[in-house]
């Protein structure tokens, strides 16, 4: 792999990094299609780039929502755009940060669904969440870190098997 500690944010989106960010930082005053047109990029990298009607057909909100401010969204609704907006780039990589957290129960089965068809789909995907119950269920590995390290690592039949390490390290 390559450090990109130290690159810029751009230099890391242009390496095929995708980031959905804790809290989400789509752009408030910007409709739910021009926050999508404006993370639009590495059209040329892909040979099925992601486009509005893709990001529209894995999540249908979006496009009943398209004139919308990015303000007047619900907190799920804001989490589906900021998914859309991270896909938008192509990533090779996408990285999705608390992606379910204080969403309602339906808007993360929701979100759980389209992060099950990404991944049929042959999108690599990095989730950063507690749900294990969620995760074990898409995820190929699972790695608990702690204060910076890796401290475990594992199938989800490993991760389930230990339910004192669920407990130890994730409060579950």
């Not at 509005?52 to 894995?58: G, N, P, Q, V, Y």
């Not at 998914?83 to 938008?88: E, P, V």
């Not at 690599?124 to 475990?152: C, F, M």
Request: glycine share 10%.
């Amino acid at each position: 792999g390559q450090d990109v500690r130290k690159l810029a944010s751009f230099r890391i989106a242009q390496l095929g990094i995708g980031l959905v960010p804790e809290g989400r930082q789509i752009f408030p005053n910007l409709t739910v299609r021009e926050n999508l047109v404006a993370a639009a990029g590495n059209r040329s990298g892909s040979a099925d780039p992601w486009t509005i009607e893709k990001i529209h057909a894995l999540f249908p909100r979006l496009a009943e929502r398209g004139r919308n401010m990015g303000n007047t969204l619900s907190g799920g609704e804001q989490q589906m755009l900021a998914i859309g907006r991270a896909l938008m780039t192509n990533p090779r990589l996408l990285i999705l940060d608390e992606a379910t957290e204080g969403l309602a129960p339906l808007i993360r089965d929701e979100i759980w669904r389209c992060l099950s068809m990404l991944k049929a789909r042959g999108q690599s995907v990095l989730v950063i969440d507690k749900n294990i119950e969620h995760l074990t269920r898409i995820a190929d590995r699972h790695y608990i870190i702690e204060r910076g390290r890796a401290v475990w690592s594992g199938t989800s039949e490993q991760l389930i098997a230990e339910p004192d390490l669920q407990h130890r390290y994730l409060g579950v």
